[in-house]
């Protein structure tokens, strides 16, 4: 297991809120299925626009098992491609539990998502706690040899953290990076452990949040996804920034999520991943249990900066 190591940095750097994000047009308000494993329910009538410059994702976190409710998401993630043809996955770390070796490699990731590798689908990997920094090199995680890389998809630019050493260098490099993207670009970061969560067995790494949110804020970071928790949450917008915690793609703590006054959606009663839909200046997500079960969506508009 790796050890979360998030050095303390001073930041002198004037710190500035980012220009408001709107969300609109959400389902799970109240009375609505999600908060605390409510199951059974689906959230209203939701549609991805699949506009033709569009671009579309999935999003993953804590799977690598190589268990059924690992291999059931990913058989869910091919049916919801019919509909939903992503391009790429975003895998928010705890890729391989089983080890390194290379049967670990084919069963707990070749294997059940051998469709949609098949089809071409990319998959960008982050490195969580249960991972080792190997894995960087295995060319189907797109790491390219690197535990902390950026890469941009039509007008989204995705800024892939190693949050288990979140040292000087890194932090040097993100503040450089984010200062770099375009303004008319969607930030979004993504890593392993999430600087908000009501779930009991983790919640929130405060250490992280600490060293990593004033840059958030400074340089106008619309989204972060994040895993380790094994749970799906929403979070209420965190002085602008937008908030996801999917850690139950392939393991799951049922029960495990305490709703909280920041928790917009939550649910904990079965494995899930995401699907989002960039397109313009609305982001369009929508949550999915391995059954297939739509348990929130919504849609994030933002205002563009100056």
């Known amino acids: 297991m790796r050890r979360l190591a998030v050095l303390s940095l001073v930041l002198c750097a004037v710190i500035t809120i980012a220009p408001p994000v709107n969300l609109v047009g959400l389902a799970g308000q109240a009375g609505l299925v999600g908060l605390a494993g409510q199951a059974g329910q689906a959230v209203p009538a939701f549609a991805f626009p699949l506009k033709a ?18 291999l059931q998401v990913a058989q869910q993630m091919v049916k919801s491609r019919g509909a939903f043809p992503f391009a790429f996955v975003l895998m928010l770390g705890d890729n391989l539990y ?7 490699y084919e069963s707990e990731f070749a294997t059940p998502y051998k469709p949609l590798l098949d089809a071409g689908i990319l998959f960008y990997a982050a490195l969580g706690n249960h991972d080792k920094t190997n894995e960087r090199f295995y060319k189907p995680f797109n790491m390219n040899g690197e535990s902390y890389y950026t890469f941009k998809k039509g007008n989204a630019r995705f800024f892939v953290l190693d949050s288990n050493y979140m040292d000087p260098k890194q932090m040097a490099w993100l503040e450089t990076q984010l200062k770099d993207a375009g303004n008319g670009e969607w930030k979004i970061c993504l890593f392993h452990h999430p600087l908000y969560s009501s779930a009991r067995f983790h919640g929130p790494s405060l250490d992280l949040r600490k060293v ?28 602008g920034i937008y908030y996801f915690v999917e850690g139950a793609s392939g393991e799951l703590r049922k029960g495990d999520l305490s709703p909280s006054k920041i928790t917009a959606k939550g649910f904990d009663a079965d ?9 313009g200046d609305d982001l369009y997500f929508q949550a999915t249990s391995r059954t297939g079960v739509a348990v929130d969506s919504g849609v994030i508009h933002r205002t563009i900066r100056p």
């Open 271 to 279: 494995c899930s991943f995401m699907m989002i839909e960039i397109a």
């Open 212 to 239: 990593v949110e004033p840059l958030f804020v400074k340089y106008g970071v619309d989204v972060v996804l994040s895993g380790h928790d094994h749970v799906y949450e929403r979070i209420l917008p965190q002085q």
């Open 53 to 70: 410059s569009s671009v579309r994702l999935a999003a993953i976190g804590d799977f690598g098992t190589g268990g059924m409710p690992q």
């Open 98 to 104: 089983g080890g390194d070796q290379p049967s670990d």
